[in-house]
Nanobody, 127 residues
Framework: QVQLLESGGGSVQAGGSLRLSCAASGGTYSRYSMGWFRQAPGKEREGVAAINYVSSVGRTTYADSVKGRFTISKDNAKNTLYLQMNSLKPEDTAMYYC??????????????????WGQGTQVTVSS
């Protein structure tokens, strides 16, 4: 199993941007499907974006709430997953987690699809 470590969270004003990173170690990262999830206080963890393992180009999936604003990418050479977040809104405030699982994931925005999780990085968007 890979070990995952998120970074890049912080506080921004509405309309701003952040880029989250998730560094992976200890596994064959290129063969992992990866996802970003978030959890706000009192709410369930929700899938934000995912990139599924395929032999060539990864297929991406986004929650409707972030489509057109967030972009997920995976750099296999650097063993790093990214989430570029633009046009941030106060409702994007949450703890953000990256997750990974080897091979193809059938439900990429479902938390139970992934076995490896990072510790999370906080994103706070003020109005």
């Amino acid at each position: 199993q890979v070990q995952l470590l998120e970074s890049g969270g912080g506080s921004v004003q509405a309309g701003g941007s952040l880029r989250l990173s998730c560094a992976a170690s200890g596994g064959t990262y290129s063969r992992y499907s990866m996802g970003w999830f978030r959890q706000a206080p009192g709410k369930e963890r929700e899938g934000v974006a995912a990139i599924n393992y395929v032999s060539s180009v990864g297929r991406t999936t986004y929650a409707d709430s972030v489509k057109g604003r967030f972009t997920i990418s995976k750099d296999n050479a650097k063993n790093t997953l990214y989430l570029q977040m633009n046009s941030l809104k106060p409702e994007d405030t949450a703890m953000y987690y990256c997750a990974g699982d080897p091979g193809l994931v059938l439900r990429p925005l479902t938390a139970t699809s992934y076995k490896s999780w990072g510790q999370g990085t906080q994103v706070t968007v003020s109005s």
